[in-house]
């Protein structure tokens, strides 16, 4: 693992970019209404598109980096983000009428392009070691850096937001070419053999084999990942609106304060990726453990409304822990419990279902964003179900 640490840290690069690319806009999505002169709904579509077509488009690239390589089609989806980003930060700058337009279609080449880059790492990973403990430190770092992003995209896009309004997407093009860069010059991924490339119709049968031979934990995990990430994007979308409506809190303060519960879920994530180690069964009771903090928390947060914006972030603090020990925990039994050459494609559905969950977390949030002691009972039975889902269906010693 000594000798792949400028890999890692190339690689490392990419969940950070994904990241930024979607959540800088999140907090200045009200100033972007103002200047493009359009409607609540019309500005949502800025992330819902580049969600939706990542979710249609992530087994695609996964199968993909199953046939032709990780490393290529890494390379390729980054120079699609970074053409899409040029596309939307192009058209905000030099278009009067149509910039929404142009923005919008940008964004939908972003999401292309993000569906072969991010969702492609893991497999990657775990093809480069062949310790256990090494792949699943190694998740930990890349998860890690996801969260990272999280936590610094909210300060980062306000201050940028400040200077021009368009700038969260004209910059980037700029952190896509970084990593191009990166991966391209830092990154030896593991040569893949002709007669490791599986034709579509073999890989489909192979595919359908393995998910009905392993069918009942794959489900799992993949409801789970879903789940996490719709409580933990449906929770922030809670706390950004709060903190305007309730708190009169703005700005970069704001970034600073949408920081925090996100601080704990980074933090949590790199924890957890030292400490699971090659356990799986370690895997697991970290993953049942962090969802029980997490209902717990949530039903802590549902029994009564706080005027203590203190007690919120402190609850929602260590909310963002049990998250954190559960993500690079799942990552880790996903990697590692199939084949390598369906380790992309495997991965990869995974990936869709967690885009769902960050697609679906705003929305229902939104929704009953007024029924705040109902949103918070609606996570915590979420994420109860999911570490009862854990503790039934993940079971790893049988593996």
Do not use: H
């Not at 032709?68 to 120079?79: A, D, M």
């Not at 490791?196 to 119709?201: F, K």
């Not at 549902?302 to 972030?313: A, D, M, T």
């Not at 992309?344 to 977390?361: C, E, M, N, P, W």
């Amino acid at each position: 693992m000594e000798k792949k640490k400028r890999d890692l840290a190339a690689l490392a690069t990419i969940p950070l970019i994904m990241t930024l690319a979607n959540s800088m806009l999140i907090p200045v999505l009200p100033l972007m209404q103002k200047k493009l002169g359009i409607s609540a709904v019309q500005t949502s579509l800025i992330i819902t598109v580049y969600a939706a077509i990542s979710i249609l488009c992530i087994p695609i690239a996964g199968y993909l980096s199953d046939r032709y390589g990780r490393k290529k089609i890494i390379l390729i989806g980054l120079s699609i983000t970074a053409i899409g980003g040029a596309v939307s930060g192009l058209g905000a700058w030099l278009l009067e009428g149509g910039a929404y337009w142009t923005i919008l279609g940008g964004r939908f080449i972003q999401g292309i392009g993000a569906a072969g880059a991010f969702p492609i790492v893991l497999p990657l990973v775990g093809d480069m070691f062949k310790s256990e403990d090494e792949v699943s430190s190694s998740l930990g770092m890349i998860e890690t850096s996801n969260t990272f992003g999280k936590v610094i995209s909210p300060v980062l896009g306000s201050a940028l937001a400040m200077a021009i309004w368009f700038l969260p997407l004209a910059v980037i093009p700029v952190f896509s070419l970084i990593s191009i860069l990166a991966v391209a010059v830092f990154v030896k991924a593991p040569k893949q053999k002709e007669s490791e490339q599986v034709q579509l119709s073999a890989f489909l049968q192979k595919l359908k084999d393995t998910l009905k031979q392993k069918g009942s934990w794959l489900y799992a995990i993949f409801i789970i990942g879903c789940l996490a990430m719709f409580i933990m994007f449906g929770f922030l979308y809670f706390l950004s609106n709060s903190l305007e409506d309730v708190y009169r809190i703005k700005d970069i303060k704001k970034g600073l304060v949408l920081a925090i519960p996100l601080f704990a879920i980074c933090s949590s994530s790199f924890a957890a990726g030292k400490l699971i180690g090659q356990n799986k069964t370690r895997m697991k009771w970290f993953t049942i453990i962090g969802l029980l903090a997490l209902a717990v928390i949530m039903i802590v947060c549902g029994l009564g409304k706080s005027n203590s914006l203190v007690l919120l972030i402190i609850l929602l603090f260590v909310g963002g822990v049990g998250i954190g020990a559960a993500l690079p925990s799942l990552d880790a039994l996903i990697t590692e419990g199939v084949q390598k050459e369906e380790r992309g494609t495997i991965t990869s559905l995974y990936s869709s279902a967690r885009f769902i969950g960050v697609a679906a977390g705003p929305l229902v949030a939104s929704s009953l964003i007024k029924q705040e002691q109902w949103l918070f009972y609606l996570f915590a039975a979420l994420a109860f179900g999911s570490c009862l889902l854990s503790l039934f269906a993940i079971r790893p010693q049988k593996e």
